[in-house]
Every structure is written in structure tokens, then in C-alpha cells.
């Protein structure tokens, strides 16, 4: 049999995530979009091993800077250093990073641990400038959490998909409900979930700006079959207060 080349190629320096973290001592780390455009950002928590780094050392310390990376749409990251407060300006021993929407107000926030000391928990202050939507998804045949699906969301003439994870990074787990940004459109949006058990499920017109508890159907969802149809209806909430 003839070789099969993967589809992966090397973008650690046109990504400029090499410049930007080669240095360091990386532990939490989480995709997410911080700023509600659509494009996933990067969120490193860092802090060296070796306490006598700083005395060996004159290009790397012992204690790093938090950093937070924008994504530009292109797949290039940005350093936001100087724009994203001044806990980005400081050095810790940071290592396990957790982002949730803490304060139900459709942004991400983050909290991070930190080595023999205090945790530090960030309100995002910016992602209310876009569009957004949030799902929180519970499972009937397959698992609860749902980990597994994969939501499909549409809506002026964007597609984005996001998926329900399991797990984390270092020492923490992530808020499980799932935040779209979706940059200054606020029109309708449509969802397709495809669960864990293969069901497709397709739930049109949603409201943006708003939490959306939606359960796995016990069959395939049709919009050709008004019994599906009404099982649907059913099986869906908008706006949940406390998802």
C-alpha cells in the first residue's frame, strides 16, 4: 500500500506561538474566545520549575507572565500584554488554568492557581461588545455531560463549530456549557447538534445573547416528521436562568 500524507503542517512560527512562548514554562492552557468574534484565542498560565533559574539564566525566570493570545482570524497570535490589565503585566508561578462564564453575563472568564500562593480570578470586561450564545447540553442515551457533541452553529452567513470536551488542562476542569462569539451579527441562529450516539438534532431561530438548555432527543430529529418535530419542542428550553 502506498503512503498516505497526513493533513498537518508545522505553523508553530507563522502562528508566532514560538516567539511568544518559547521562553517559558507552560502548564494550564485553554482555547476559547475571549472577545466574542468567532476565533478562538489561547490562554497560558506559566511559571518556571527551578528556583535558581534567575541567577542562571539572564534570557528566562523563575517567575512568568500570564499570557493571553488573539487570534486574528488568519491563525496568527497577537500578545494583548498591554491591553488585557495588569495581571498580564506581572510574573507568577502559575499552573492550572480553568475558564468558565463565571458571572452569567456570556463572556469567558478565567481563574488561575498559582505555587504557594493565591488564586487569581479575571472578569472578562470585553466580550459583551459582541454577539454571543451559549448551550448547555444534557444527554439522555448517551453520557449526561454530553462530552462528545459536536455544535454546528449558523448564522449571518458564519458557520462555527465548537465540541463538547471531557477533561481539561493542568490540574482544572472548564465551565462545560459551550459560548459562541459571534462578532456583531445578531441575527437569528441555527444549531445542529450531532450527539454521542450519532443523533443529529436541528433547532432553528434560537435568540442570541441568551443560555440554551437543549436535551438529546430519543430519536433523530427530522424537520420533515411533525412527531419529531413536537418531541423537539418538548425537549427544549431557551433562555435558561440557571443552566
Not at 506561538?17 to 484565542?41: E, M, P, Q
Not at 499552573?95 to 480570578?121: E, Q
Not at 436535551?215 to 428550553?237: M, Q
Request: aromatic share 8%; proline share 5%; glycine share 10%.
Amino acid at each position: 500500500m502506498g503512503s498516505k500524507s497526513l493533513p498537518f503542517s508545522d505553523r508553530t512560527n507563522a502562528s508566532h506561538l514560538a516567539n511568544l512562548t518559547r521562553s517559558f514554562v507552560g502548564w494550564g492552557a485553554k482555547f476559547f474566545d475571549y472577545d466574542n468574534d468567532g476565533n478562538l484565542d489561547l490562554m497560558l498560565v506559566n511559571g518556571h520549575v527551578n528556583q535558581e533559574i534567575d541567577s542562571t539564566r539572564v534570557d528566562v525566570n523563575y517567575r512568568e507572565p500570564a499570557l493571553l493570545l488573539r487570534n486574528n482570524g488568519s491563525g496568527v497570535f497577537d500578545d494583548m500584554r498591554e491591553l488585557a490589565g495588569a495581571t498580564f503585566q506581572r510574573s507568577y508561578l502559575g499552573r492550572s488554568l480553568a475558564i468558565g462564564d463565571f458571572d452569567n453575563d456570556g463572556d469567558p472568564d478565567a481563574i488561575f492557581t498559582t505555587l504557594n500562593g493565591s488564586p487569581v480570578l479575571l472578569r472578562n470586561n470585553v466580550g459583551q461588545d459582541c454577539s454571543w450564545i451559549g448551550f448547555s447540553l444534557q444527554g439522555t442515551t448517551s453520557n449526561r455531560d454530553a462530552i462528545g457533541a459536536k455544535i454546528t452553529v449558523t448564522s449571518s452567513g458564519r458557520t462555527l463549530t465548537r465540541w463538547i470536551e471531557g477533561g481539561g488542562s493542568y490540574l482544572a476542569s472548564h465551565d462545560k456549557r459551550v459560548l459562541v462569539g459571534l462578532g456583531s451579527g445578531a441575527k437569528p441562529v441555527n444549531v445542529d447538534i450531532r450527539w454521542p450516539t450519532g443523533i443529529v438534532q436541528h433547532v432553528p431561530d434560537l435568540a442570541p445573547r441568551q443560555y440554551h438548555h437543549l436535551i438529546e432527543p430519543a430519536a433523530p430529529v427530522s424537520s420533515k416528521n411533525p412527531k419529531t418535530e413536537s418531541l423537539l419542542r418538548s425537549r427544549f428550553w431557551s433562555g435558561c436562568d440557571d443552566c
